[in-house]
């Protein structure tokens, strides 16, 4: 079930206008209004979670197997003061990060909202909403 941020009309998705079905901008509007909404096709937001959590998993092996020996390294590289072993394990560090904020921000960017208003209206008459 869909709301209508117009005008707050619960709507389903075989109540909901279309006027071409091909044109994203207007096969999904409100019967109530002649709102429309370009649907957001990612997946649910379960599917989302099981798939974030997953990456989520899979990133913190691969990140905890490619920082623990860049650790080690920068420890051994501060013991012996070279600083291009020091230079080479902040770098593999710093990446580890980055490649982890990327994945953060990925993960919130799925979790938009479903519907985005359509730059499409359709003007109905009182007919049309006596009919409903």
Not at 7 to 23: I, N, T, Y
Not at 81 to 91: A, N, R
């Amino acid at each position: 079930m869909n709301t209508c941020t117009r005008c707050a009309s619960p709507f389903s998705v075989s109540e909901a206008l279309c006027e071409d079905w091909k044109d994203p901008e207007k096969s999904f509007g409100c019967p109530r209004c002649g709102t429309f909404f370009i649907r957001n096709m990612t997946p649910t937001s379960w599917q989302s979670l099981v798939v974030s959590l997953v990456a989520s998993l899979v990133g913190i092996l691969v990140g905890v197997g490619i920082a623990t020996p860049a650790i080690t390294m920068l420890a051994a590289g501060v013991r012996a003061d070279d600083p291009l072993v020091i230079v080479m394990s902040s770098i593999i560090l710093a990446s580890v990060v980055a490649i982890a904020a990327i994945a953060i921000a990925f993960t919130i960017h799925g979790s938009v909202s479903a519907l985005k208003v359509s730059p499409y209206r359709r003007e109905i008459g009182e007919s049309e909403v006596a009919r409903k």
